[in-house]
Structures are given as C-alpha cells and as structure tokens.
C-alpha cells in the first residue's frame, strides 16, 4: 500500500527493514500485559534512556508516546493499530521517514509465545536512510531481545 512522499504526488511504498522473530516461555496475555507497560521498556532495551505514554498507564489504541533514546535522540510514535492480545502498530516519524513498528504476539504452546515484530519504513529515504536505520535498530533488538526473555520467563 502506498502513502504520499511529502508534498509530491507520488506513492511511496512500504520498505521491510526488519522482521525479528523470537519465543519465550510467558503465557500470551502476561506478555501482553508486561510489554502494553512501554514505561517500564529501559529495564531491558537499554538503548532507550526513558519513555513516555499519553494517556499515563498501559498502552491502548488510543496511546502516543515518546522514547529518549541513546545519545539524546527523541523518538516519537502514535498508536494505529490495536488488537489485544495480539498486535499493535505504532508509527513516528525519522527524518524524512515514517517508520512503522509492528508488534504481533503469538500463543504457540500454553505457556510460550511467540513474538514477530516487524520494522517498515515509507517516505523520502525510506530505501536509503531506511536500511542504516536498521542496522542500528537490528543491533539494539539483538541486544534487547535475550534481556526481554530473561525478565517474560523470570516474572510469570
């Protein structure tokens, strides 16, 4: 599907620049539950110094949001898609990019889940601002991920 690039009457389509697959052993809405606590997101994604939600509380379909990142860049994002205990999809802008974060969750077993979460970028420079932005953002879910495990399988 695609989107106007800025003020020209053209379509820019989606770029796929990340697609991060992993499992823990966390029943599906306790995941939901603790993931839905973006504030709380710093205990294991240290790559985000603190975090913001509007309105205050568990993220709804309803929330905004802002992440102060590592070296002090700001990052912000507007929920546009809310499926509990499911999905969700928030989007933010980057530079002349829109960058679309999607959240699935999947039950697999009575007690695991799986998580897909997908990076999608549209926009001026989406094909290349885009790809270093994944770079860097595969590195800080790599770095992420065995952290996030580690407290789903330890707070169950």
């Known amino acids: ?28 809405n306790r995941a939901w539950d603790m993931l839905t606590k973006v504030t709380d997101w710093p205990t294991w994604a240290t790559h985000i110094k603190s975090a913001t939600l509007a309105p205050p509380g568990s993220l709804t379909a309803e929330s905004s949001g802002t992440f102060r990142l590592a070296l002090g860049v700001r990052s912000t994002f507007a929920v546009d898609h809310f499926e509990p205990p499911n999905r969700w999809r928030w989007t933010g802008p980057l530079t002349t990019m829109k960058i679309h974060y999607d959240h699935i969750f999947e039950s697999i077993a009575p007690n695991q889940t799986a998580f897909r979460w997908t990076v999608d970028a549209s926009g001026i420079g989406s094909r290349t601002m885009g790809r270093l932005f994944a770079i860097i953002y595969k590195r800080n879910l790599a770095a992420a991920a065995p952290r996030l495990i580690k407290l789903l399988e330890t707070c169950t």
């Open 1 to 28: 599907m695609g989107r106007k690039c800025g003020a020209v009457e053209r379509r820019c389509p989606l770029i796929r620049l990340i697609d991060y697959r992993f499992n823990a052993k966390v029943e599906l």
